[in-house]
């Protein structure tokens, strides 16, 4: 199990929406890192008014926010028109050279930072390896979509370890209610 535990987040939870940010600040976190594609928008697609305003929300709450991305910087920063937030491209996750590029951006420790992704193979391993805490969000999908790809059958395979190992659980606060909104 100790292998697998490097594929499991700090937390799980269905949206980006679900988490309570606020708790989290409160808590001492002061640094996040997004996952665009699959996290925040369907992949390809541009920032949402709701994407905007909860980077607007963030900054207002106090968090310094970074973007870490395996897209190309045409896409990032289309992604990224009317967000005032700086990034890391072709991050090459789980290489953990990004997110230790995106810590320096922010300025925070690992401690005290969160990456938010959507992938287990790229976001939550990358974090994982790079000692910073985790939310695995559910990824975003269109309900006409019926197939899910073979990393993605694998990730439910992970889950499903993961719900049984209970000391993996919940590690960013101890109680998951502590962060979902």
């Not at 987040?9 to 002061?30: C, N």
């Not at 949402?48 to 909860?54: A, F, I, P, W």
């Not at 290489?95 to 969160?114: H, K, N, P, V």
């Amino acid at each position: 199990m100790n292998v697998l535990r490097a594929l499991f987040p700090h937390e799980y939870v269905g949206g980006v929406a679900s988490i309570d940010f606020e708790k989290l600040y409160r808590i001492g976190y002061r640094g996040l890192i997004f996952d665009i594609d699959n996290t925040l928008v369907h992949h390809g697609e541009d920032a949402t008014d709701e994407v905007r305003d909860l980077f607007t929300r963030l900054d207002g709450i106090g968090f310094k926010t970074v973007v870490l991305t395996d897209n190309s910087e045409a896409r990032t920063r289309r992604f990224l028109t009317n967000i005032d937030c700086p990034y890391v491209c072709g991050a090459n996750k789980p290489d953990t050279r990004g997110f230790l590029e995106a810590l320096s951006i922010l300025g925070t420790q690992r401690e005290e930072t969160i990456v938010i992704g959507d992938q287990i193979f790229r976001d939550i391993l990358g974090a994982n390896r790079s000692g910073i805490p985790s939310i695995l969000v559910e990824y975003l999908r269109y309900e006409s979509e019926t197939k899910s790809g073979i990393r993605r059958s694998v990730e439910k395979v992970v889950l499903r370890l993961y719900a049984l190992d209970k000391r993996s659980q919940h590690r960013l606060v101890g109680v998951y209610e502590e962060i979902v909104g």
